[in-house]
């Protein structure tokens, strides 16, 4: 059975970027992997706004999310909490050993800078958490004002997930002074999953290279090391290493400005489709996602038969909340390959299917 997910992540993936998977192995030693693996970091640093080099780990954005506190927390790390994956950072450093503490804001609350230079303030932290899009519940923090916020306190190392961002807006890690920034491929890029992008700053590398506990795997000075040859420390997943090389062609054939524009703009229909049927966004007013929209289920409909008969009948897939906030809410993503007529045919299914269920 095949259906078109919009939930948010993972999102559809591209013919062509399937087809770009299918190409035969290549050593990940051979002059052709370290070749392709060169051709990308223009187009990667690009995409982060960076000089430094972009690394490519093989895992899910959680490995170097934890792998990157084992590198850079010696002291304690300030992990900014507004939604389910910025809530379990927490847990994940407190799993490894480390020293951390909650800056808690409400799920669909935006992470307030005032409140992050006022803990920061209080001393004893060496690293901060931030996650720029809170996928859970579509809440896209200011990172501009969060950024010039951890400039003022130059020991703390600022481990910034742009999941669900990254691509979709603009992000210039080196203009913001971002110390280490990270996306995974099955959100905001539209890859199949299992690939990380993370880029690390000199001053992040060099706190890195000062700790015992790092382990081996997401070792960010492992990773500068390889990267200088054109490599990665262990075998990585090259099919979505050939993805991301198609994706690179795609991006730069739309131009990062026009692909910004797409996401804002098919954004607000869906936004506006949602408005106009009665619901509101749970998140804060101003503080929405531009890559999904997570909306309050205020019409009380069952989320779980529209979900039914969406996939059923018309063969589209949405979410019907995250964790907490399963039932409540929904959410629609607008991420990576899509276009106006795609997210019109699904606010055409989707009218179809309330209509059918009875709500307005
Ligand atoms: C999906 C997501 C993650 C977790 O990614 P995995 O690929 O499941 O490891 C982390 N942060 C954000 C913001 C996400 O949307």
């Not at 491929?185 to 990380?196: F, R």
């Not at 990585?236 to 993805?243: K, R």
């Amino acid at each position: 059975m095949s259906y078109k997910l919009f939930i948010p992540g993972p999102v559809a993936v591209s013919e062509k970027t399937l087809r770009a998977m299918a190409r035969p192995m290549i050593g990940h030693r051979s002059s052709d992997f370290i070749a392709l693996y060169r051709d990308m970091q223009p187009g990667l640093q690009a995409l982060f706004g960076t000089r430094d080099p972009v690394y490519l780990a093989t895992s899910s954005a959680w490995g170097v999310m934890e792998g990157s506190l084992r590198n850079v927390v010696r002291k304690k790390v300030l992990c900014c909490m507004n939604g389910a994956f910025s809530d379990k950072w927490l847990d994940v450093a407190r799993r490894c050993g480390l020293e951390a503490a909650p800056l808690q804001f409400e799920w669909g609350q935006p992470v307030d800078p005032a409140a992050l230079r006022a803990e920061l303030a209080k001393g004893g932290y060496d690293a901060v958490t931030i996650i720029h899009n809170e996928t859970s519940c579509g809440c896209m923090s200011d990172l501009p004002a969060l950024a010039a916020v951890l400039r003022e306190f130059p020991e703390v190392i600022g481990i910034v997930d742009t999941v669900s961002s990254l691509s979709a807006v603009p992000i210039d890690k080196d203009a913001l002074g971002l110390d280490i920034v990270l996306t995974g491929s099955q959100k905001a890029l539209a890859l199949p999953p299992g690939l990380t992008l993370v880029s690390v700053s000199p001053r992040a590398l060099a706190r890195a290279a000062t700790a015992p506990a790092r382990g081996y795997y997401f070792d960010l000075v492992e990773f500068q090391k390889n990267h200088e040859g054109g490599m990665t420390p262990s075998t990585p997943v090259i099919p979505l290493i050939y993805a991301l090389q198609s994706k690179l062609e795609d991006i730069a054939a739309e131009g990062l400005a026009a692909r910004f524009a797409r996401q804002a703009r098919l954004n607000r229909t869906v936004r506006d489709w949602g408005y106009a049927r009665g619901f509101r966004l749970f998140p804060r007013e101003g503080y929405g996602s531009v890559t999904l929209n997570c909306f309050a289920n205020t019409l009380g409909v069952d989320l779980v038969a529209v979900n039914k008969a969406l996939k059923e009948k018309h063969g589209f897939v949405i979410d019907g909340g995250y964790g907490k906030l399963k039932g409540t809410t929904f959410r629609i993503s607008n991420m990576g390959d899509e276009t106006d007529a795609t997210i019109a045919d699904l606010l055409r299914a989707l009218d179809v299917v309330l209509a059918g269920l009875g709500a307005k």
